[in-house]
Every structure is written in C-alpha cells, then in structure tokens.
C-alpha cells in the first residue's frame, strides 16, 4: 500500500480560525481531502479529528504535517508520548516551525534527523509545558489578588450573578446596553464595571 501524507491543523476555540496552518499546508501542496482540523483546546489529546486520525487513517510508512509542535498538545507528557507512538509505529512526523524535522535525508542518515529532533522536541515540548503553568500560576495570583484587595479595603466580595457570563458576552458583542445588563444582572453601575475590569484582567 502507497504510504500517504496527511495535515493536522488545531485552534483552541470556535472563535479562532484555521486559515494561517492551511495556508501553510497549501503552500505544500496539501490536497483538501487529507487535512484534518480541530477546534478544541490542546490541554489534552481527547479531540474528535486527532482520535479519526490516529485510530482510522495513519498507518505505518505515512507522514503527518503539522505546522507547530503545541498543535498536537500543550501537555509535554502528551506530547512525548505522541512522539514515541509515531516513532514505535512507523510515522513520520514533520513540524513546519522545526525545518530540520522537514529534511529528508538519505538512507543510512536518518540517525542525524532522530538526534536534532529528540534535542528540539524536549526544548518545544519544555516551553510548551511552561506556558500552560505560567498561565496557570497568573490565574491564580490574580485571584489571589483580588480576594487580598477586598479584603485590604475591608469591603464584602463582589457576588457574581449566576447570569453573568451570558448577560457579560451579550453586552460586549453589543447586543444588549449596559443599562439592560445592569438590569438583568441586578448590579449597579460601580459593581457591573468593576465586575468587568476583574473579568477583562
């Protein structure tokens, strides 16, 4: 059976778009019907078009193209045992932003493409890591924070409306005014505001 190459292209959300990974993949020559996308976060590997991948289309002797390590995963244990899935089940796997993984070298010469990219595959998989816990670590200070700030001006907590989230997005797409939001979060207008600031930090 011909070995055949197949496009993984992943954003985090519904909201963002695909457009730049497919570029890319265009730019290769990739044919529409072997990109497979996902809009999912990458915090772990439970996404429906990677689980179709793996399990229904990469067989031994393909190649898979993805534009950026982090599109596989955030999580460097994920993305280690990724790596070492395609390695014991003979996959290729290229990452446009790596282009020593791109060469193809001669027989006999693979051992030089194995050794540069286990070296970038720790360092990438490393920051990628560091991000999701630098994110993390800002959530919680943040929170942090806040809870030290109200209790410093001796103030009660700011209660957040059960409907928040809902009235807030429609007030910031501007399908409601802030008047109405007030209204249906039964906040006044300091409360509303400073509710928006702490959400929009």
Do not use: C
């Amino acid at each position: 059976m011909d070995s055949r190459t197949y496009y993984y292209a992943r954003v985090s959300s519904k909201e963002q778009n695909l457009d730049r990974q497919l570029a890319a993949f265009a730019s290769l020559g990739a044919s529409e019907r072997d990109i497979i996308t996902d809009k999912e976060s990458g915090k772990d590997l439970n996404r429906s078009g990677y689980t179709a991948l793996k399990t229904a289309l990469l067989r031994s002797g393909d190649t898979l193209v993805v534009k950026s390590l982090d599109r596989l995963s955030r999580n460097k244990a994920d993305i280690k045992n990724e790596l070492q899935y395609f390695k014991e089940h003979g996959i290729r796997l290229k990452v446009l932003d790596l282009p020593t993984t791109m060469i193809d070298y001669p027989a006999g010469q693979e051992w030089v493409l194995d050794m540069v990219n286990n070296i970038l595959i720790e360092v990438l998989s490393s920051i990628a890591q560091q991000e999701r816990l630098t994110i993390r670590q800002r959530q919680q200070e943040g929170i942090a924070a806040a809870k030290a700030k109200g209790k410093h001006l001796g103030r009660p907590g700011l209660v957040v409306p059960e409907n928040w989230q809902e009235v807030y997005s429609a007030w910031k797409s501007g399908a409601i005014t802030a008047k109405t939001a007030m209204e249906q979060t039964g906040l006044k207008r300091t409360s509303f505001y400073k509710l928006v600031k702490e959400m929009e930090r």
